[in-house]
């Protein structure tokens, strides 16, 4: 298992920008696929993004394509996602997330079986 720690949230105006942070801990954390899934209340887990191990390839929800960029560090042990032009519908906690050791890209947030705390985004109209 890994342990993950969202951060970077916060409240932002329509068509402002964010970036969050993940941190993970050991020394493992290239082996993982990692991603971020986003809940607003009321509703169910949607699946925002993901990148492979080696960062080469990268994965995004339709809602978000165009838009958010994730990225990740192996060195620091860090995945990134970049939200640009937020839109009040973005309102949600985003949760890091982590697939299996060495497995695919995620597309789906079921895909996932590690999860941060969250940290709540909120975009003001």
């Known amino acids: 298992q890994v342990q993950l720690a969202e951060s970077g949230g916060g409240l932002v105006q329509a068509g402002g920008s964010l970036r969050l942070s993940c941190a993970a801990s050991g020394r493992t954390f290239s082996t993982y696929p990692m991603g971020w899934v986003r809940q607003a209340p009321g509703k169910d887990r949607e699946f925002v993004a993901a990148?492979?191990?080696?960062?080469?390839?990268?994965y995004y929800g339709d809602s978000v394509k165009g838009r958010f960029t994730i990225s990740r560090d192996n060195a620091k042990n860090t995945v990134y996602l970049q939200m640009n032009s937020l839109k009040p519908e973005d309102t949600a906690v985003y949760y890091c997330?982590?697939?299996?050791?060495?497995?695919?890209?995620?597309?789906?947030?079921?895909?996932?079986?590690?999860w941060g705390q969250g940290t709540q985004v909120t975009v003001s109209s």
């Open positions: 997330a982590a697939g299996r050791p060495y497995g695919k890209i995620p597309t789906i947030a079921n895909d996932f079986d590690s």
């Open positions: 990148i492979g191990r080696s960062a080469g390839n990268t």
